[in-house]
């Protein structure tokens, strides 16, 4: 027996069904999207689902390095980056939240991928952690990693463009000062180990912009052995002198 729809159209019970059946493609369409991100909590096979998670989110964060690096915060864009890393533009944004998220944890993997926070402070001999680490060895691994490391090169590009946002200065000494609290094996046993780490940052950021990114005299011709020995002494008071921040 026939139904009548709304225009007065014989309808079957048959159609009806199928067209409550037939999901939105709108809502299909993003579903999609997220699943070709999401694998590892869409996905009842864990591990093909985390490693496709894992390589997007690479893929996305190496994309955003080359864009910071070429090009100044205010004209990348989100939509550009989604484009050069080959997905969707909403998986940045599901995986990073924002554009200063995305930048902060672009400058963290930088960072983090060399041995400024890796293996920082180990003895080459017994691979173990000295009690305490020195300004020279901290010293010696901020030059290897700014002058013989590609990715030092690409800190200095993100860091050069970046000159004259006051924004986006702030997101790269708190990300740096947040990475060397990371770093392992971190100075341990030190009070106000926070506050400590924000002067290493200040300290690591004013080297980078004098030296590299505006070329000042003296400072750009000086021998980094000479750069290590002035300034380690203040490394190692910003680590374990007495500082009053009481406020």
């Known amino acids: 027996m026939e139904n009548m729809s709304a225009a007065g159209k014989p309808s079957t019970r048959k159609s009806l069904?199928?067209?409550?059946?037939?999901?939105?493609?709108?809502?299909v369409r993003a579903a999609e999207r997220v699943n070709e991100g999401d694998c590892s909590r869409r996905q009842r096979r864990g591990r093909p689902?985390?490693?496709?998670?894992?390589?997007?989110?690479?893929?996305?964060?190496?994309?955003?390095?080359?864009?910071?690096?070429?090009?100044?915060?205010?004209?990348?864009?989100?939509?550009?980056?989604a484009r050069d890393a080959?997905?969707?533009?909403?998986?940045?944004?599901?995986?990073?939240?924002?554009?200063?998220?995305?930048?902060?944890?672009?400058?963290?993997?930088?960072i983090s991928s060399n041995q400024l926070t890796v293996d920082f402070g180990l003895d080459k001999q017994t691979h173990k952690a000295p009690s305490?680490?020195?300004?020279?060895?901290?010293m010696n691994h901020l030059f290897r990693f700014l002058e013989h490391s590609p990715s030092g090169e690409t800190y200095i590009r993100i860091v050069r463009n970046a000159a004259g946002n006051d924004h986006v200065l702030r997101l790269l000494v708190s990300t740096i000062s947040q990475q060397l609290a990371k770093a392992h094996p971190g100075p341990a046993d030190i009070d106000h180990k926070d506050e400590r780490m924000m002067l290493i940052a200040s300290q690591i950021?004013?080297?980078?912009?004098?030296?590299?990114?505006f070329r000042l005299e003296p400072l750009s011709s000086t021998p980094t052995r000479e750069v290590e020995q002035a300034v380690a002494p203040v490394i190692d008071h910003y680590l374990y002198g007495e500082i009053d921040f009481s406020g």
């Open 17 to 27: 069904e199928k067209k409550k059946a037939s999901p939105d493609k709108t809502a």
């Open 132 to 138: 305490r680490i020195s300004g020279a060895e901290f």
């Open 205 to 213: 950021f004013g080297i980078v912009v004098l030296r590299y990114v």
């Open 49 to 81: 689902g985390r490693a496709k998670t894992s390589a997007t989110r690479e893929n996305i964060l190496e994309a955003a390095c080359r864009a910071f690096s070429t090009s100044s915060f205010d004209k990348v864009t989100m939509r550009g980056i």
């Open 86 to 110: 080959g997905c969707d533009q909403n998986l940045l944004y599901y995986y990073f939240g924002n554009k200063d998220d995305l930048f902060s944890r672009s400058v963290e993997r930088i």
